[in-house]
């Protein structure tokens, strides 16, 4: 029988006319973010107020970045009108990296940047590209050609294992301690909700590594687990330090540690992961995922996609008015005023529990 499918899931299977309405405004709002992000950098420029940095090096990354966002929107409309959809959709995962990391790097390296709003739509807009032209929301019943590895690296997929294995972890995690420590801890790694991205975007990036390796010896599936393992944890406690001071954990203590933000031990536990993810959880996480009807895949993946977003940078906002609080700095901006009255010190203090927060520690 033929699942009926609600309007926002059947945008991929509309009728020519219904195809061409929903890819026109997508690309047109992708170009509208791209002059408006020139807009604002023009209208800043004009005023005088200029941006600042410590060393050459960022802000030519800063430009570097602009300009490979600028350059990968261009060719995804462009690809997209001359129905190379394949080729747009290779596009929009690039975009997805550069993003992300253009929004880290406003964060840690740019204070009061008009851009961030700019990244942030830009990424909503890539995400509902994907979701609107992926071939394989239903990986039993690929639309195109199947899939090569052990699932489909779709946003999809990917956003779920995401969610999933961010909850899990943290519940793991909460678990694990209270039994360690003997009483209840906060774990929680974002202001609203039980949320650890961590683990999720750790089981992300290990899926993505070995995606294609599931088949390969044990010893190479170990490996390479263990080196993105480690080497996406030695980023994060980086990214966190130098952001904002932050020291969520340390391996100091440990022999062969980096900088304390891992270690070959925790490289050798990432590596263990990663061969019990592949071989046993990933099949069963990817069941799960399966339960969600084919026809609500696609409302509910952005509706959720947009909730965790907010999330993921009021987190990062907050975190940000924390940072400045400590510092001693005035409460200047509204942003900051909103963020001392909902999530003050008492608040971040006991939802980020394990976290120590040293000012003198951060690059900023």
């Not at 602009?66 to 290779?90: F, P, S, W, Y």
């Not at 195109?144 to 943290?170: D, H, K, M, Q, T």
């Not at 790694?189 to 750790?202: D, E, Q, R």
Request: hydrophobic fraction near 50%; charged fraction near 15%; include cysteine.
């Amino acid at each position: 029988m033929r699942i009926r499918p609600c309007f926002c899931a059947r945008l991929a299977h509309m009728p020519f006319k219904g195809k061409q309405i929903g890819r026109h405004v997508l690309n047109a709002l992708m170009a509208l973010s791209v002059l408006s992000g020139v807009a604002q950098i023009a209208t800043r420029s004009a005023t005088g107020d200029t941006w600042e940095f410590d060393a050459l090096w960022q802000p030519i990354m800063y430009v570097s970045l602009i300009t490979a966002i600028a350059v990968c929107l261009v060719e995804l409309v462009a690809k997209d009108r001359q129905g190379n959809v394949h080729a747009a959709r290779m596009f929009a995962r690039a975009l997805v990296a550069l993003l992300i990391f253009a929004f880290g790097f406003d964060v840690l390296f740019i204070e009061d940047t008009p851009l961030s709003s700019t990244f942030v739509f830009q990424f909503v807009c890539v995400i509902a590209y994907q979701m609107r032209n992926d071939p394989n929301l239903d990986r039993h019943n690929p639309r195109e050609g199947g899939f090569r590895g052990a699932i489909p690296l779709s946003f999809y997929n990917l956003f779920w294992i995401f969610v999933i294995c961010s909850v899990a972890g943290l519940v793991g995690e909460t678990i694990v301690s209270f039994f360690r420590d003997g009483h209840w801890e906060s774990r929680a790694g974002l202001v609203i909700g039980p949320f650890s991205p961590i683990y999720g975007m750790g089981a992300v990036l290990i899926t993505v590594a070995l995606n294609r390796l599931e088949e390969r010896k044990a010893i190479v599936l170990f490996v390479v687990a263990g080196v993105v393992g480690a080497a996406f944890e030695y980023f994060a406690g980086w990214f966190w330090e130098s952001a904002f001071g932050i020291v969520a954990w340390s391996y100091e203590s440990q022999p062969f540690n980096i900088h304390g933000h891992t270690s070959l031990l925790m490289a050798c536990v990432w590596g263990a992961i990663g061969l019990v993810w592949m071989k046993a959880l990933l099949p069963q996480v990817m069941k799960l995922v399966d339960l969600i009807p084919l026809r609500a895949r696609v409302p509910l993946t952005l509706a959720f996609t947009v909730v965790l977003l907010v999330d993921a940078i009021l987190t990062v906002i907050c975190m940000n008015c924390w940072y400045l609080r400590k510092l001693g700095e005035p409460i200047e901006t509204p942003w900051q005023e909103f963020c001392a009255q909902h999530f003050g010190d008492e608040f971040m203090q006991s939802r980020f529990e394990t976290m120590s927060m040293w000012t003198s520690l951060a690059d900023r």
